[in-house]
């Protein structure tokens, strides 16, 4: 395979106009140009990655943290990202928590690993960091951007649903339906943004005069498992419901898959009812009900601002990303309360 030295010795050139020609920086005679485009056409040069990032001084590589890789959630998210960098000519590298630290040293040892590895620009995905842990990036922190949360010291460069006003609509698709004994799956309580979705749904069932004290309320860990082993708990509690709010559609899913085995009907006997609208809602059984997050906007968004600070370009960014609720099979209107 030929290198750029090669095509330096074929256009009788020093290496470093055969480099400016390359990497189109810097001024060469046209008679030089054209003998040194010459020679790239006769070796069939095809600068490597390595190369063009040596000769641009840019390594056109992206680089995504996330907390987990599995479930329906991040997957989407991935794919978009990958096919927006690959259709401008750039590249993704992934990294996600795994060690022994927690998840905030799990975090920062994931920013760290995409640094090393030369990455352009850094999109986090991640509740976990702390606003000291950006400002530790110094410089680099400007080209930074974070996805599902904010930092008040680069609000700018952070992209997130209102997550409060998420939990309201959710209570609300609910109590309109006449549901008053609600249980409630929630996620993590060390997660922001489920934390803000809680809140809001317990706000607004206060606002219709519902006791929030006396509903059974589980804390899982956003996996159909955990949604399917809660369910079991709640059934067995004894608690009367006639409807479940789960902070994210995998618990929503492990819930429907329990309920299923029990004998129990959806929306017959319950109405179910997720968060986030992720894929996976299209193809539950019955269809889920979910609070819809425009996660495919919040995630165009920061791409679009990360490139616009890496590369100079001016793509669109928008800051807001209104929810909604898109009703499927498993809501029904309450018959008994």
């Not at 750039?90 to 998840?103: N, Q, Y």
């Not at 904010?150 to 998420?166: K, L, N, P, W």
């Not at 005069?209 to 006396?214: C, F, L, M, S």
């Not at 299209?282 to 490139?307: K, M, Y």
């Amino acid at each position: 395979m030929a290198t750029i030295k090669d095509v330096a010795r074929l256009a009788g050139v020093g290496l470093g106009t055969a480099s400016r020609v390359v990497s189109g920086k810097g001024s060469v005679s046209p008679a030089t140009l054209e003998k040194v485009r010459q020679a790239i056409e006769t070796l069939d040069f095809r600068p490597s990655h390595a190369a063009r990032s040596l000769l641009s001084g840019s390594s056109q590589m992206i680089g995504v943290y996330i907390p987990v890789l599995k479930g329906t959630f991040y997957t989407p998210i991935l794919q978009l990202i990958d096919t927006e960098l690959r259709a401008a000519g750039l590249h993704m590298v992934v990294a996600f928590g795994v060690g022994l630290g927690d998840p905030r040293q799990q975090a920062i040892e994931g920013i760290e690993f995409l640094m090393e590895r030369g990455c352009d620009g850094l999109i986090a995905m991640t509740n976990h960091l702390l606003d000291s842990d950006i400002a530790a990036l110094g410089p680099k922190q400007s080209r930074l951007v974070v996805l599902n949360h904010v930092h008040g010291a680069i609000a700018e460069q952070c992209f997130s649903a209102d997550h409060t006003q998420g939990g309201v609509l959710a209570a609300r698709a609910l109590l309109d339906l006449g549901h008053r004994q609600i249980a409630v799956i929630a996620g993590p309580h060390t997660l922001p943004d489920n934390v803000d979705r809680i809140a809001g749904f317990m706000a607004e069932m206060a606002r219709a005069r519902i006791d929030t004290a006396t509903m059974w309320v589980a804390e899982s860990d956003f996996s159909p498992e955990g949604g399917w082993h809660s369910a079991q708990e709640l059934v067995q509690s004894g608690y009367q419901f006639s409807a479940l709010f789960c902070a994210n559609d995998e618990m929503a899913v492990g819930a429907l898959s329990y309920f299923h085995e029990i004998g129990m009907s959806v929306p017959r006997d319950v109405s179910v009812l997720g968060y986030d609208d992720t894929p996976s809602t299209e193809f539950s059984a019955p269809r889920l009900s979910s609070v819809h997050v425009p996660w495919r906007a919040v995630t165009l968004a920061g791409l679009n601002a990360l490139l616009n600070r890496c590369y100079g370009l001016a793509r669109a960014v928008d800051h807001a990303f209104p929810v909604s609720v898109t009703e499927r099979a498993s809501m029904a209107r309450a018959t008994k309360n």
